[in-house]
């Protein structure tokens, strides 16, 4: 399947010179428009992992919701919100109608002409003639055409109907209800050493999250927005020229591409600042923004490609689809050779950290802790792979004696008291080796593949060696005295 997706037959030989052009995301807006339900969850569920959007606000930007925007239970916003809808009464099939492809197609006209003249001083802020831009508002409605490089018309009358435009549109282009997400991303900071939360922002993180917030904006607004984006970047880059920095751009069109309808500077009130540092942001970045994030494009290619060979733990669990059935022996073959050496792969890695665990333990200094850890080893010592060069007997466990008599034999006459355990058990509890007998164990085997019989011969002999040096003691004893 991997291999269908990647390459593409061309038969015709006029073709074959042009270049490839792939597309990263065509797995992304394959998803979005075929099952946008799961799309949007997908997304959506990455937003809120990074930025944290209450019950309210998040059922706000899941279109659940109404927005609740700040002014708006003012008795001065109402009357606003009245004057403005008076103004907008007549609507053309351009200006204050909502956005459509066929407004983006005569605004892109603005845009072009705007492109080829980035070095008018002042531009976006020096109004132009307003009888000239209403013969121009008046042929973008009617949809006639223009032609703007005939030199009728100023780049500064362009690019105040450009704003216009934006500014009569029924809502900002980046919507309502994405409007308390962005005062979030605005407060997105680096965190120091200790864990506490610095004001220094944290550019990757609001990257991230403003990616995933213009995946979901409807697909017009995607489009201008992206479109004007572009524009106000390559303005921003010939400053030097026409004295618009970023953040003199942002504050030209914060108000009309991010604050609410119908509200006012006093509504906004400390918000002000942070929505125009964030145009600003998106002016300075607007070359990232619209790629989808690495694991949006893996998810959506695994969820038509079927094959989970890469997914990770905060992927989201998509449904595969249901692909051609000419495939689906290609996939199940994938999918089974991918499971054996999953299965071989896991088997491997269990018994190399079993070895580590074995030789931890056995390289602890002599405590009750060790020696209960290696009495679970013999209890189970299957656990241990064949072959192994790892220690594998544990020290035999001794009782102390805590009387005054038994501490002089054993500082006298070296003499450990031992005491055997019997088991009222009908299984016998296994024999426990000694750390003389390490040696020889490791030359005959691990204690799982030896038989009692050669542990008890083993312990046999060590009792003998030991009787021949309490006998060689005394001997020496006496004859001191």
Not at 54 to 79: H, I, R, V, W
Not at 430 to 441: F, H, I, T
Request: charged fraction near 25%; proline fraction near 6%; charge should be positive.
């Amino acid at each position: 399947s991997d291999a269908i997706c990647n390459f593409v037959i061309c038969n015709d030989s006029s073709l074959r010179s042009q270049p490839i052009i792939f597309n990263p995301d065509f797995f992304v807006e394959k998803l979005r428009h075929e099952k946008p339900e799961v799309f949007t969850e997908l997304v959506v569920s990455n937003i809120t992992r990074l930025i944290d959007l209450p019950g309210a606000e998040l059922a706000q930007l899941m279109g659940e919701e109404d927005p609740k925007l700040p002014g708006a239970n003012s008795t001065a916003s109402g009357f606003f919100r009245s004057l403005m809808s008076l103004k907008r009464k007549e609507k053309g099939v351009v200006f204050g109608s909502p956005l459509t492809e066929e407004g983006i197609a005569q605004v892109s006209q603005l845009i072009e002409y705007l492109h080829k003249n980035l070095r008018a001083e002042g531009l976006f802020r020096v109004p132009g003639n307003s009888i000239r831009q209403q013969i121009l508002k008046d042929a973008l409605n009617s949809g006639t055409d223009i032609d703007l490089d005939s030199g009728e018309f100023h780049s500064n009358d362009v690019a105040t109907l450009l704003k216009m435009f934006l500014g009569e549109l029924p809502e900002p282009l980046l919507t309502h209800k994405h409007f308390h997400a962005h005062l979030k991303i605005a407060d997105l900071t680096l965190f120091d050493e200790k864990g506490n939360k610095t004001s220094t922002p944290d550019k990757e993180r609001q990257i991230e999250a403003l990616q995933l917030l213009f995946l979901i904006l409807p697909a017009p607004n995607r489009s201008l927005l992206k479109l004007l984006l572009d524009l106000l970047y390559q303005t921003a880059k010939k400053q030097d020229k026409n004295k618009m920095s970023a953040h003199n751009l942002a504050l030209m069109f914060a108000p009309h591409i991010l604050w609410p309808r119908n509200v006012t500077a006093n509504d906004l009130q400390e918000n002000i600042t942070k929505l125009n540092n964030g145009v600003t942001f998106m002016i300075k970045h607007s070359q990232k923004l619209f790629k989808a994030p690495v694991y949006i494009r893996e998810c959506a290619r695994l969820h038509y490609l079927g094959s989970r060979a890469h997914t990770s733990k905060d992927d989201l669990d998509l449904l595969t689809s249901s692909g051609s059935k000419e495939l689906q022996p290609l996939k199940s073959q994938k999918r089974s050779r991918l499971d054996s050496c999953h299965q071989e792969e896991t088997q491997q890695r269990t018994e190399e950290a079993l070895k580590e665990l074995f030789r931890h333990v056995h390289n602890m200094p002599d405590s009750a802790k060790k020696k209960k850890l290696i009495r679970q080893f013999n209890k189970h010592p299957t656990a241990l792979t064949p072959g192994s060069d790892v220690p594998a007997s544990p020290a035999p466990r001794r009782t102390r004696s805590r009387s005054f008599s038994g501490l002089i034999k054993r500082k006298v006459l070296g003499t450990p008291v031992i005491l055997e355990r019997k088991s009222r058990d009908a299984t016998p509890e296994p024999v426990r080796v000694s750390k003389e007998n390490v040696q020889l164990l490791q030359k005959c085997g691990s204690p799982a593949h030896m038989s009692q019989a050669k542990l008890k011969s083993l312990e046999g002999q060590k009792e003998e060696s030991c009787r021949r040096m309490r006998a060689r003691l005394l001997s020496k004893d006496s004859s001191s005295l």
